[in-house]
């Protein structure tokens, strides 16, 4: 399209300034900022608890979709980048990403080429993918071996009336048994995610699931040559995966992955309690000194006191997550000072497209101009509203623009 | 960043073919599809209506944010074009359009910046923002009459509980008397939102506030030199706009401008709604001719089928909008072929972030790599998922990949 060609600024967050402060006003607001401080303490706390357990970290690359970020995770120690499609995986390779854990069926034409184009292009790279059915296999394995590749797959194990993933053991060996006789697939070990599991308690459930897959590895174990990978986790319950599956009778040669995503920016919502919960649960992140912190913030500007309890910012669904909880103030600037106002006297209580509604309680003085400083509930659905974040230091300075992929 | 460079497709629905089908399965799923006779239809319905009423049409663009769109709804004799930011505004002028009506505030010295290069760069474009505080007033003067340019706005009406704009005419009046004495701004009418009104029945209140906005607009006649311009509608009450405003006492020389937005892709959940009870009290539309259809779709693949009464697709909150209704199926197809079961025979029940739970009801009978073709409910959510949506003709042909600038 000609447009871009002319394109006067690249993002909507744009830079309007060479050394842009964003409290100074250089750049076009909203903005999605990570605190590069936090960032690196999110990776590397992340990665001590992997090392810790000695389980391996395929941090789920889907929340960010940043190659920046796919390139400092791998640096630090991840051993894989998970990610939820062909695209992803794409993204994942095309960053340097040297093994993608693709946590999902591959299915249609168009996908499958895709994936054969990126295992010829980086042949360096180690990519697998998810089956759990006789029919996605048998595809699978067709269009893989006309084109002389071989496709490394895991077996997903799942629960009734959660997602994908064979049902029973025995679903997951008849799966196994096909698969060993597929000329196009090569079964490398065992995948699931336990976070589909809700409800009051669902500790319990989980732990249950988690010992079926143990035992389920060990039946699967003689499908698979070399190592076996028995992987799972997202940010909710990755201590008790590992607790579980550290445990259990495992096959001999086995590699436990764990998988969180939503740790990297972490959250002051959804997050930030189920990490709450694990530190008051498991000794091991309490003892490795540190906490994740929420790296993921909103910026944005009054536009509108039309209400002297009611003030108008320029955020709206267009560039925030929604579905877990309304970004709050956690910071209040006038003219690149900070208030001392506690930001507890504004609440946001509703949102649009392209504006959020600010309850004003007694003590909270707001000017049209004033900035101010939003925490975030889900990571996810805030990183895909943004071509573009901005890596920030303590003080607001832009340091760099991290591009995204969705 | 480097990963650009190299990349081996350019967007997740990426073509896999020349000439690609998607019912062939040559275009990387999921993929968000416009039905190109469905947008024409929409683009010539909505146009056919303004000039039929004697009002212009500024479609509001932050619903699509696609060029292409853009200069379609400009050809078809759109007066202006609809932003709600400075970014927004210069997606609309890169992509040639010659009005744009920013229907919000415009604040923060980054995008007040923006704003002045846009008004260097496109001297042939007529750019409006609004304004609704004399705070907001003061700053935009001072900054634009520092670079020389004057600032064309509207004055922006509000109402209680509601979002942005002055609470009453004694307001408005005040801030206009302070604007006639600042030479950066130049007063050009008035605008609101009726759309801010909720309720079981809003319409009473609708109407009485377009009848207060045109006895505002008669009160600020003498602060404007040339046209006035009224402006207000959004995709649910542009009818009742029309009908309060033409009949109303306006100023002499009075542009009425309505606003839609989502009539663009128009969509089978609440935008249908709300066309139906327009057509049902809409003597005007009825004798028009023909109807908004929806033109946005979202084709998925089954990817498994881990229980009798139950399916997962490859599409989810990544992909769609969830806010108002989740897409559901309106065909099924099997190998290329439409399946006769009636697509009501599947729902979609549940999303996260990569995946969507269909319920399969008596009758469905449903494979993994079966492509399903879903209706969507507010297209405008929809779009910010995608950095290209596919346009297609009535048999899935891709013919154009149209670029969105989110």
Same mark, same amino acid.
């Given at each position: 399209?000609?447009?871009?060609?002319?394109?006067?600024?690249?993002?909507?967050?744009?830079? $309007?300034?060479?050394?842009?402060?964003?409290?100074?006003?250089?750049?076009?607001?909203?903005?999605?900022?990570?605190?590069?401080?936090?960032?690196?303490?999110?990776?590397?706390? $992340?990665?001590?608890?992997?090392?810790?357990?000695?389980?391996?970290?395929?941090?789920?690359?889907?929340?960010? $979709?940043?190659?920046?970020?796919? @390139?400092?995770?791998?640096?630090?120690?991840?051993?894989?980048?998970?990610?939820?499609?062909?695209?992803?995986?794409? /993204?994942?390779?095309?960053?340097?990403?040297?093994?993608?854990?693709?946590?999902?069926?591959?299915?249609?034409?168009?996908?499958?080429?895709?994936?054969?184009?990126?295992?010829? !292009?980086?042949?360096?790279?180690?990519?697998?993918?998810?089956?759990?059915?006789? &029919?996605?296999?048998?595809?699978?394995?067709?269009?893989?071996?006309?084109?002389?590749?071989?496709?490394? /797959?895991?077996?997903?194990?799942?629960?009734?009336?959660?997602?994908?993933?064979?049902?029973?053991?025995? @679903?997951?060996?008849?799966? &196994?048994?096909?698969?060993?006789?597929?000329?196009?697939?090569?079964?490398?070990?065992?995948?699931? *995610?336990?976070?589909?599991?809700?409800?009051?308690?669902?500790?319990?459930?989980?732990?249950?699931?988690?010992?079926? #897959?143990?035992?389920?590895? %060990?039946?699967?174990?003689?499908?698979?040559?070399?190592?076996?990978?028995?992987?799972?986790?997202?940010?909710?319950?990755?201590?008790?995966?590992?607790?579980?599956?550290?445990? #259990?009778? =495992?096959?001999?040669?086995?590699?436990?992955? /764990?998988?969180?995503? %939503?740790?990297?920016?972490?959250? =002051?919502? /959804? *997050?930030?309690?189920?990490?709450?919960?694990?530190?008051?649960?498991?000794?091991? &992140?309490?003892?490795?000194?540190?906490?994740?912190?929420?790296?993921?913030?909103?910026?944005?500007?009054?536009?509108?006191?039309? !209400?002297?309890?009611?003030?108008?910012?320029?955020?709206? =669904?267009?560039?925030?997550?929604?579905?877990?909880?309304?970004?709050?103030?956690?910071?209040?600037?006038?003219?690149?000072?900070?208030?001392?106002?506690?930001?507890? +006297?504004?609440?946001? +209580?509703?949102?649009?497209?392209?504006?959020?509604?600010?309850?004003?309680?007694?003590? &909270?003085?707001?000017?049209?101009?004033?900035?101010?400083?939003?925490?975030?509930?889900?990571? %996810?659905?805030?990183?895909?509203?943004?071509?573009?974040?901005?890596?920030?230091?303590?003080?607001?300075?832009?340091?760099?623009?991290?591009?995204?992929?969705?």
């Amino acid at each position: 399209m000609k447009y871009q060609e002319s394109n006067l600024v690249p993002h909507k967050s744009a830079l $309007m300034s060479t050394a842009a402060n964003i409290l100074n006003e250089d750049v076009c607001l909203p903005a999605a900022v990570i605190k590069k401080a936090a960032l690196e303490n999110n990776i590397q706390w $992340m990665q001590r608890y992997a090392d810790a357990r000695g389980v391996s970290l395929a941090p789920h690359g889907k929340t960010t $979709m940043t190659p920046w970020i796919f @390139q400092q995770q791998q640096q630090a120690g991840a051993w894989a980048v998970g990610v939820g499609s062909a695209w992803q995986a794409s /993204i994942a390779m095309v960053s340097g990403v040297k093994r993608v854990l693709m946590v999902n069926q591959l299915v249609g034409k168009a996908n499958m080429q895709l994936v054969a184009k990126l295992k010829n !292009e980086y042949q360096d790279v180690d990519y697998l993918c998810c089956v759990d059915s006789v &029919a996605n296999a048998k595809t699978l394995s067709a269009f893989f071996s006309a084109q002389n590749q071989r496709l490394d /797959i895991l077996i997903e194990l799942g629960v009734p009336g959660g997602r994908c993933g064979c049902r029973t053991a025995e @679903q997951a060996l008849a799966l &196994a048994e096909e698969i060993s006789g597929l000329p196009g697939l090569r079964l490398r070990g065992l995948e699931l *995610y336990e976070g589909v599991l809700h409800g009051e308690n669902p500790q319990p459930e989980v732990e249950a699931l988690l010992r079926d #897959a143990a035992a389920l590895a %060990c039946q699967l174990e003689r499908y698979v040559e070399g190592e076996f990978i028995l992987t799972g986790a997202g940010s909710v319950w990755y201590d008790v995966v590992c607790n579980i599956w550290l445990e #259990a009778n =495992k096959p001999a040669n086995c590699r436990v992955v /764990i998988r969180p995503g %939503c740790y990297i920016t972490h959250d =002051k919502g /959804i *997050y930030q309690e189920a990490q709450d919960e694990l530190m008051a649960r498991d000794k091991v &992140a309490c003892d490795l000194g540190g906490d994740l912190v929420s790296a993921l913030e909103l910026v944005a500007m009054v536009q509108s006191v039309p !209400e002297n309890d009611r003030a108008i910012v320029n955020f709206g =669904k267009r560039d925030s997550a929604f579905d877990a909880g309304l970004p709050q103030p956690v910071a209040h600037y006038r003219q690149g000072k900070l208030l001392k106002q506690p930001a507890e +006297t504004i609440e946001t +209580t509703g949102i649009m497209d392209q504006h959020a509604m600010l309850k004003l309680k007694p003590g &909270a003085e707001v000017q049209v101009g004033d900035i101010l400083v939003f925490s975030t509930s889900h990571p %996810c659905l805030t990183f895909d509203k943004w071509k573009a974040l901005l890596l920030v230091d303590e003080e607001y300075n832009v340091l760099e623009t991290l591009e995204t992929a969705f």
